[in-house]
């Protein structure tokens, strides 16, 4: 390579040209770099020698180039052992979750809270590991730090110090959410004009309450104490903030703490927020109806009253949703009548009808104005017939083998289709207990298939609200992938502190994950959590003393957008040591 200057009349320009040979075997030259004007080298190499400083560059990236085409050959000898504890393969994974790290700006968070404590470990490597682990080979901490050493860097932090940096970042955990919030928008716009919430629990491997553990509604049945989380994500899923609350919290009371969280340390305030119905309380309602704030709700029509219960399920006055019209998401003009439709035809098609309605709370006397919208779906029926008659051939099983037992009235289960009688016909008391179909549930429940509510104050049209309503997915996606990919539950540790720093490390963990996910993702094949996480976790490499990383793993359509996502590959033949640290160099920019 060199270096060549193009004169004008008022200035001079420098690049690095390299010569090459073409296809056609004839010898040409291409400019690789423009470094500027002699302003410009001043400002770069400065003012001493910005000529000599340019050179040098030049012929830095020369000896760079001849050094990643130059032939490795590796001698073996069958007949030398190998060294006693040698570690010889290490993981490269990770490189591609440090460079999101750094992107976010956790390294010098970190920096900050070590300036402000002044611990004697570096938080930064401590956390750092904890997330690429947690993504990686997920554990716990003392089994973190174990795996963390199978890293081309590894950790040189001992255990004690991993609990005590959990401690600390506990203290700091609203800050380091808001700081990592704010480095995000550097990255680009963030979808939050829209925001998801929803509340998920986490098991203990413990059976004492204490704390944040406590005994509550278990997602997963289980009789373990639990600890609550309420995640709020943008309409991109990208993770926004958590909170972390006992296991016996009302759900519908953890909304209000954390959207004044966002409030007053993320300076979000005109927001849209989304729930599903478990946490669509009309408190919660009113909080959102003020200021610039809205809400988008699920609204179960069970809870609905009389005479609203029958207007969403007449049949009558309904139109169809048209998500692909010219200007958008539109409505037909035309009504149609459910019983008069077939189907089969319309299976896939969409109905909706609405109305405003007011609501007026029974403790605060205040009233709510909101619109009630309601879709119908042939294919949503036909789900729900078919869950209920698995359910009730279950129940069929329960009565027959008579252990009905204590009946049940959670919505999936069976013995909600069970009733008990203990009375004769004379109702008279009957010592013994008969238990037989519940018909009239069932007649009930089966009104209702087909039918969705929800509830909103936003002006927008209605295929618009439905839309955004039917992004609460990305939400659960995200508890999916903490609880299976992640292996965040059960929680092994005691102290609160480290129980809400768990959960942090999942939170920034997931963070890294989507910010990767999103530029694996951004052309063509969209690839799997699974299939992303897999592939990190099989990027390994064989160290060849004094020459540098053979790869070991497969190279894949996931492994090239990878590496085209992060500006740099590490599936050559060898990655030579002066170009892998090259690498590790780039990731921390």
Same mark, same amino acid.
């Given at each position: 390579m060199n270096l060549i200057v193009s004169k004008s009349k008022n200035s001079a320009t420098y690049y690095v040209q390299k010569s090459f040979r073409s296809e056609t075997g004839k010898t040409t030259t291409k400019v690789v770099e423009r470094l500027g004007t002699l302003k410009e080298l001043i400002a770069r190499f400065g003012e001493e020698d910005p000529l000599g400083a340019a050179r040098k560059y030049v012929a830095e990236l020369t000896a760079a180039e001849k050094e990643s085409r130059r032939k490795i050959i590796i001698e073996y000898n069958p007949s030398i052992l190998i060294k006693k504890d040698d570690q010889r393969i290490f993981n490269g994974g990770y490189l591609f979750l440090q460079k999101a790290y750094h992107e976010l700006g956790l390294d010098k968070i970190c920096k900050k809270i070590e300036k402000k404590h002044k611990n004697e470990y570096d938080l930064n490597e401590i956390l750092s590991m904890l997330l690429y682990a947690r993504v990686l080979h997920p554990g716990s901490k003392r089994s973190s730090l174990e795996d963390a050493r199978r890293f081309i860097e590894q950790p040189k932090a001992d255990i004690h110090q991993v609990y005590r940096a959990l401690s600390l970042l506990a203290k700091e955990m609203d800050d380091i959410q808001a700081a990592v919030y704010r480095n995000s928008l550097k990255l680009g716009k963030r979808s939050d004009s829209v925001i998801y919430y929803d509340c998920t629990n986490y098991y203990f491997e413990s059976e004492e309450e204490s704390g944040l553990r406590q005994y509550g509604h278990s997602k997963e049945n289980r009789p373990n104490p639990i600890v609550q989380m309420g995640l709020f994500t943008d309409k991109d899923g990208i993770p926004l903030a958590f909170c972390v609350n006992p296991g016996n919290t009302a759900e519908t009371t953890t909304l209000k703490p954390l959207e004044d969280k966002l409030r007053e340390k993320f300076g979000i305030s005109k927001v849209v927020v989304c729930t599903d119905g478990g946490l669509a309380s009309y408190e919660n309602r009113l909080n959102d109806h003020v200021g610039e704030r809205a809400f988008i709700t699920v609204q179960s029509l069970k809870k609905l009253e009389g005479?609203?219960?029958?207007?969403?399920?007449?049949?009558?006055?309904?139109?169809?949703?048209?998500?692909?019209?010219?200007?958008?998401?539109?409505?037909?003009?035309?009504?149609?009548?459910?019983?008069?439709?077939?189907?089969?035809?319309?299976?896939?098609?969409?109905?909706?009808?609405?109305?405003?309605?007011?609501?007026?709370?029974?403790?605060?006397?205040?009233?709510?104005?909101?619109?009630?919208?309601?879709?119908?779906?042939?294919?949503?029926?036909?789900?729900?017939?078919? !869950?209920?008659? +698995?359910?009730?051939?279950?129940?069929? &099983?329960? @009565? =027959?083998?008579? *252990?009905?037992?204590?009946?049940?009235?959670?919505?999936?289960?069976?013995?909600?289709?069970?009733?008990?009688?203990?009375?004769?016909?004379?109702?008279?008391? !009957?010592?013994? +207990?008969?238990?037989?179909?519940?018909? &009239?549930? @069932? =007649?009930?429940? *089966?009104?209702?298939?087909?039918?969705?509510?929800?509830?909103?104050?936003?002006?927008?049209?209605?295929?618009?609200?439905?839309?955004?309503?039917?992004?609460?997915?990305?939400?659960?996606?995200?508890?999916?992938?903490?609880?299976?990919?992640?292996?965040?539950?059960?929680?092994?540790?005691?102290?609160?502190?480290?129980?809400?720093?768990?959960?942090?490390?999942?939170f920034l963990a997931l963070l890294l994950y989507k910010y990767l996910e999103k530029k694996v993702n951004r052309g063509g094949r969209r690839f799997s959590p699974a299939e992303i996480i897999d592939t990190l976790q099989d990027m390994n490499f064989i160290a060849v003393s004094g020459e540098g990383y053979v790869p070991t793993y497969t190279r894949t359509d996931v492994t090239n957008n990878l590496h085209g996502s992060a500006g740099f590959r590490t599936d050559t033949q060898i990655v030579s040591k002066q170009t892998m640290k090259k690498i590790i160099k780039s990731t921390k920019n």
């Open positions: 005479h609203l219960q029958d207007w969403a399920l007449q049949a009558t006055g309904w139109r169809l949703v048209d998500f692909k019209g010219k200007n958008g998401p539109e409505l037909s003009e035309k009504e149609y009548d459910l019983t008069q439709l077939d189907p089969q035809e319309y299976a896939d098609a969409l109905f909706c009808r609405e109305r405003w309605i007011k609501t007026r709370l029974s403790k605060t006397g205040e009233e709510l104005e909101q619109r009630l919208i309601v879709t119908f779906s042939f294919k949503y029926r036909g789900y729900l017939r078919h !869950a209920r008659e +698995k359910q009730i051939a279950k129940a069929k &099983e329960i @009565i =027959d083998k008579g *252990a009905a037992g204590k009946l049940g009235k959670s919505q999936n289960d069976p013995k909600r289709f069970i009733k008990q009688e203990s009375c004769t016909e004379d109702g008279e008391f !009957a010592g013994i +207990k008969a238990f037989s179909l519940n018909q &009239e549930m @069932i =007649d009930q429940e *089966a009104r209702f298939d087909g039918f969705y509510g929800i509830c909103t104050d936003l002006d927008d049209t209605a295929p618009e609200i439905i839309k955004v309503n039917g992004g609460r997915w990305i939400i659960e996606d995200c508890f999916r992938i903490t609880k299976t990919e992640f292996e965040a539950r059960p929680v092994f540790l005691q102290r609160d502190d480290r129980i809400k720093a768990h959960f942090l490390t999942c």
